[in-house]
């Protein structure tokens, strides 16, 4: 059973950053995709960045192009997202999830079968 469990919110003013970290055990092989989703209230959960385990290779939402950065440590498992220059925009729960082998990765949730338990990231103006 895959098991993700996120770290590093929080609330921050506009303009600053913040990394998100997601620590993940129990995948059947070294071939995955992981991503960081995310769900602010009354809207739906909508993608941010995704990589796949062994090419790297990344997709983001435009929405964040040119200020969020996902990278991951293959060794332990764990995935981050640097996010800079964050906007009230941003605001949401944050939520870290894994799938199966595809390259390019997917960034629509509805391709994910494991779900982490979320992490808050507010930002204030």
């Known amino acids: 059973q895959v098991h993700l469990v996120e770290s590093g919110g929080g609330s921050v003013q506009a303009g600053e950053s913040l990394r998100l970290s997601c620590a993940a055990s129990g995948f059947p092989g070294s071939a995955y995709c992981m991503g960081w989703f995310r769900q602010a209230p009354g809207k739906e959960r909508e993608g941010v960045a995704t990589i796949y385990s062994i090419s790297g290779t990344t997709t983001y939402a435009d929405s964040v192009k040119g200020r969020f950065t996902i990278s991951q440590d293959n060794v332990n498992n764990t995935v981050y997202l640097q996010m800079n220059s964050l906007n009230p925009e941003d605001t949401a729960m944050y939520f870290c999830?894994?799938?199966?082998?595809?390259?390019?990765?997917?960034?629509?949730?509805?391709?994910?079968?494991?779900w982490g338990q979320g992490t808050q990231v507010t930002v204030s103006s």
């Open positions: 999830a894994a799938t199966g082998a595809w390259d390019p990765p997917p960034i629509i949730p509805g391709a994910y079968n494991y």
